[in-house]
């Protein structure tokens, strides 16, 4: 793994942003797996900056994300495409029908899965997978357990979970109980990973996922057995690692 701590915002989202700019522009039909959540917002607004300036275009790239929410309708403020749309595909040149997110509305939810990870299989590996991590260890909604899924699952959230991501919503009891999550194998298929941690509050995670056992109670903890993993810290979440 190589593991880089930043002392300043920019340099955290500049080397960010550097590393998917500089694969899109070697392979300008590069497959990028992508992450919600709050951590990868500064990277998202720099690569539409990137974009409007003309140093990256995104035209012929294909992207796969990690997770959807079940039951939060498509145009729910909350629900991840929206979060990617809001965030990210909108303010790019890149073609919409070439985003894919899991369907947490499908009729059929298992079906979804198997529909996700068929299309995984015929179109991957990504060639990178950009990761954040919850302060229980999870990947994607890959929650600690006794057990892990290869494939593309639906996942009861943790309530630690739950309650992390109710920032996001008016109530707890609006955070959704389930969502479909991409599971490991398919993470750990990627060419390369970028996991980005940012805050104090996910120093001791970074400790146990980076340095710590490898287990499936810690889900990142993974990742140690990739060839291919850059990790970038921010000054909070690297304290362990100066
Ligand atoms: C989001 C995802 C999650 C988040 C994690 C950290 O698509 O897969 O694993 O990366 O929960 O979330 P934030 O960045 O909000 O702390």
Redesign the pocket.
Known sequence: MNIYTFQNESGFVQTAAGIIASLVNTNPRAKLG???????VGLYAKLIEMNKEGLVSFKGVTTY???EYVGLPDNHSES?RTFMNEKLFKHIDINLAQTFIPNGNAADLEEECRRYDRMLEENGPVDLQL?????NG????NEPGETLHSGTHVTTLQEK?RT??ARFFSSIEEVPTHAI?MGVASIMKARQIML?I??ED?AEIARRALTGPITTECPASLLQCHPNVVVLLDQGAGRYFK
């Open positions: 992508l992450a919600t959540g709050s951590t990868p994300n990690l997770d991840y990761l954040g991590i919850g302060h999870h990947i994607g909604f979970t992390a991501n999550t980005l940012r805050g996910k």
